[in-house]
């Protein structure tokens, strides 16, 4: 069994920065991708970023390309994502999903956490 928590959500301005933390465990030796995903009330989940156990392979999605970016500490087991310039349009409940070989999908993903809540307003 593999778990997964999100952290660092919260209510933030335009314009403002926040990370969010993802950390496995369990079986984590089954894991080598670590990715986010975002769902908007009223639209699919979407991806948001990817990246590899080692951080050779990062991927992220058109949408945050410049603005956000993501880390990984493999001895941790936690994967981070920084968020610049934050926009309303950002606003969504942040998914972190954990697999060993995991793409663009959500379906790719097999081990999921909660979710937290990011809003960005004025």
């Known amino acids: 069994q593999v778990q997964v928590e999100e952290s660092g959500g919260g209510l933030v301005q335009p314009g403002e920065s926040l990370r969010l933390s993802c950390t496995a465990s369990?079986?984590?030796?089954?894991?080598?991708?670590m990715a986010w995903f975002r769902q908007a009330p009223g639209k699919e989940r979407e991806f948001v970023a990817r990246?590899?156990?080692?951080?050779?392979?990062?991927n992220l999605s058109d949408s945050v390309k410049g603005r956000f970016t993501i880390s990984r500490d493999a001895a941790k087991n936690t994967a981070y994502l920084h968020m610049d310039s934050l926009e309303p349009e950002d606003t969504a409940v942040y998914y972190c999903?954990?697999?060993?070989?995991?793409?663009?999908?959500?379906?790719?993903?097999?081990?999921w956490g909660q979710g937290t809540q990011v809003t960005v307003s004025s």
């Open positions: 999903a954990a697999d060993w070989r995991g793409g663009f999908r959500v379906e790719d993903y097999q081990h």
């Open positions: 369990g079986r984590t030796f089954v894991i080598f991708t």
């Open positions: 990246i590899s156990r080692g951080g050779g392979t990062v």
